[in-house]
């Protein structure tokens, strides 16, 4: 073990994390604090970041912990697997699975508390703020991380900074205003360069990503575990997961539930995970093509600004190679089918939120099981939001049957 002297912050009670552990090299381990926010510092290279893991005390789980129990309990039910919830919550998690028919199912994580996954994300990095003392925090997002990470700050009386492109979404924009953030809008290209000057100036606790290839938040995709619990508990092991994404820390965080739920012994097997990405881009799906940890693409324009990345990292190059998952490229078109299938079944999703659909649609029928697609945010969140009023009719009966029958309602 790579040791040194911090001291564990208060507040572990529920929780069985113990260390942090080198992704580029397992038998690397850290302490739990302070956790760490630009992947391993002994396997890194200037050319690719390998992220680290939480470790916990598998052996003192309780496997009374997947019971059903019948009531919402968010994420402080998964404590024990989780690294230490010292921020208070919002209600995320236990979101609704839905049944579309013939064995395919939506977990909608547009009803957590900002209408998107990453509040399950970000209870565990801003715990991770509140841990180490930071005077705030800061996120380079232009997007849904941003919303929920001003929220969750709000909620545990950390100010922060949001480092946003120009154009965000209005409703994103309508979230940061309401949470008090401090929303600076630079070039795209300059953020993280920013951000890792608030780091470094301020003090404040980083939210986001800081290497050239995508390590993020070593406590973040910890939070995205809990999804696959609550799909165990509610439908047991799905063959199959369709994942959207961008930098693979969805993606990693699901598959990483499904393999402890393996390790603890409540199941022989974990699903095969699927990577949903925009083939305007596609980082992912070039780095498994290629045979590399890591890769940089060109990203071209996209309706799915969300997860329009334009480099990856090796949580999902793992998860793919661990769970003999796929990486597929959906278009736009495929993206914008699925979203209009989604919203026939009473779910508005985001455009970049319906890959998940798109490509199991891409890909066609599995028959070994269920399978659960990710809906990960609300189609409040797409930049066309709110920009086309209805057209007005006139309040006669000929103009209200004209308009009726033009939608097909009247023979």
């Known amino acids: ?177 309401a949470y008090g953030a401090t929303v600076l809008s630079v070039p795209a290209e300059t953020r993280w360069v920013l951000m890792r000057e608030i780091v470094d100036r301020l003090g404040f606790h980083p939210l986001s990503n800081l290497t050239t290839t995508h390590t993020g938040h070593a406590f973040g995709p910890e939070g995205y575990k809990t999804i696959a619990y609550e799909i165990h508990v509610e439908l047991g092991m799905p063959a199959a997961v369709f994942v959207p994404t961008g930098y693979g820390e969805l993606l990693f965080g699901v598959w990483k539930g499904f393999a402890e739920l393996r390790r603890l012994g409540l199941t022989d097997r974990i699903p095969r995970m699927f990577a949903c990405e925009p083939a305007a881009g596609g980082p992912l799906a070039k780095a498994m093509h290629d045979g590399v940890p890591a890769a940089h693409v060109r990203v071209d324009t996209t309706a799915a600004y969300a997860i329009d990345c334009s480099v990856s990292g090796y949580r999902g190059v793992h998860a793919l190679r661990a769970s003999e998952g796929r990486a597929l490229l959906v278009t736009d078109a495929q993206l914008a089918a699925a979203r209009a299938e989604l919203a026939g079944q009473g779910l508005w999703a985001e455009t970049s939120a319906a890959a998940g659909l798109a490509g199991l649609r891409a890909h066609g029928p599995l028959d070994d099981g269920p399978v659960v697609c990710i809906a990960t945010s609300s189609g409040f969140k797409d930049l066309d939001t709110g920009t086309r009023p209805p057209d007005p009719v006139a309040p006669t009966w000929p103009a209200i049957e004209h308009r009726l029958r033009a939608a097909g309602m009247v023979a």
């Open 1 to 177: 073990m790579i040791s040194d002297d911090t001291t564990n912050p208060p507040d572990r009670a529920a929780s069985l994390a113990t260390m942090q552990r080198s992704m580029g090299d397992p038998a690397i381990t850290y302490p739990l604090w302070p956790p760490l926010v630009s992947g391993c510092p002994h396997t890194g290279t200037d050319e690719i970041a390998y992220p680290v893991e939480v470790d916990y005390a598998y052996d003192r789980i309780d496997p009374g912990l997947f019971a059903p129990t019948g009531r919402r309990a968010g994420l402080e039910r998964w404590a024990p697997l989780l690294p230490p919830l010292s921020a208070p919550g919002l209600g995320e998690g236990d979101t609704p699975l839905i049944d579309l028919g013939d064995g395919v199912y939506v977990k909608d994580e547009s009803r957590n508390p900002t209408w998107s996954h990453k509040d399950r994300i970000n209870r565990c990095t801003v715990s991770a703020a509140v841990g180490v003392g930071a005077p705030g925090v800061v996120v380079s997002s232009s997007g849904n991380h941003g919303a929920s990470a001003a929220a969750f700050a709000a909620r545990a009386g950390l100010p922060a900074v949001v480092l946003a492109s120009t154009g965000a979404p209005p409703a994103v924009e309508s979230f940061l205003r």
